[in-house]
């Protein structure tokens, strides 16, 4: 039997719904039992699927490969830690910014 995939909230992933429709999104929690993930869709080949939660397969699911987010995307992320009043999350976004701006300096 194949090694099951482990998923963890807020991890990105992509895959397709028991119909083979693609999508995108993130793990907004891990049914119990393990075989179901409950996914926030970001991006699907079926707009109305776009800003949705859904129960997904885990078997159809694949991570997203990690990838450093561009500036822009920072200075959003740094607005909904500041929203979210998340204060490790906004010290950890604002050193990645910080680091991306030398970089490029």
């Known amino acids: 039997m194949?090694?099951?995939?482990?998923?963890?909230?807020?991890?990105?992933?992509?895959?397709?719904?028991?119909?083979?429709?693609?999508?995108?999104?993130y793990v907004v929690k891990i049914e119990n039992p393990e075989d179901?993930?409950?996914?926030?869709?970001?991006?699907?080949?079926?707009?109305e699927l776009a800003g949705r939660m859904i129960r997904?397969?885990?078997k159809s699911l694949q991570s997203v490969p990690k990838q450093e987010p561009a500036e822009a995307a920072l200075e959003q992320l740094i607005d909904m830690a500041l929203?979210?009043?998340?204060?490790?999350?906004?010290?950890?976004?604002?050193?990645q910014l910080e680091e991306l701006k030398k970089q490029y300096s």
Do not use: C, M
């Open 36 to 47: 179901i993930t409950k996914v926030y869709i970001v991006d699907s080949v079926n707009e």
């Open 2 to 25: 194949g090694k099951k995939a482990q998923f963890h909230v807020g991890e990105w992933v992509q895959g397709e719904t028991w119909d083979k429709q693609r999508i995108y999104g």
């Open 83 to 95: 929203l979210t009043k998340d204060e490790e999350w906004f010290a950890q976004l604002s050193a």
């Open 56 to 58: 997904v397969l885990t």
